[in-house]
């Protein structure tokens, strides 16, 4: 429990510091929130911006999840681009925002 409360935590802080950038540095912030990924043989580039649409707005579950999600990426495959297909999320955390964005990054 710890732990996803340090999460959540992290996620927040995460948000209100990208909400509070001023233009230029929130898309540097956005450009480092990015993930490529390959849907099968076309590269996305997909944005944390994109995932707040497909989701409706931005919440600590959906900036803590698609960060979760690039981390995991970064850590499995270095730094091969993966495809779509090979990822699969077991959680249950019941949070929309973070099924939003497996969701969104996986579709």
């Known amino acids: 429990m710890k732990n996803i409360a340090g999460l959540i935590i992290l996620a927040s802080v995460l948000f209100h510091y990208l909400m509070s950038c001023n233009t230029g540095a929130r898309d540097t912030v956005s ?4 993930i490529d990924i390959y849907d099968e043989e076309n590269l996305l580039k997909l944005s944390l911006e994109d995932a707040e649409k ?3 707005d931005i919440c ?6 698609f960060r979760t999600i690039q981390l995991a990426i970064r850590e499995l495959w270095k730094d091969t681009i ?3 297909n090979y990822l699969k999320l077991i959680s249950k955390y019941p949070g929309y925002g973070l099924q939003d964005a497996f969701e969104y990054i996986t579709r």
């Open 60 to 65: 600590p579950c959906l900036v803590m999840g």
């Open 54 to 56: 497909y989701h409706g």
């Open 31 to 34: 450009e480092s929130l990015s």
């Open 82 to 84: 993966p495809e779509k």
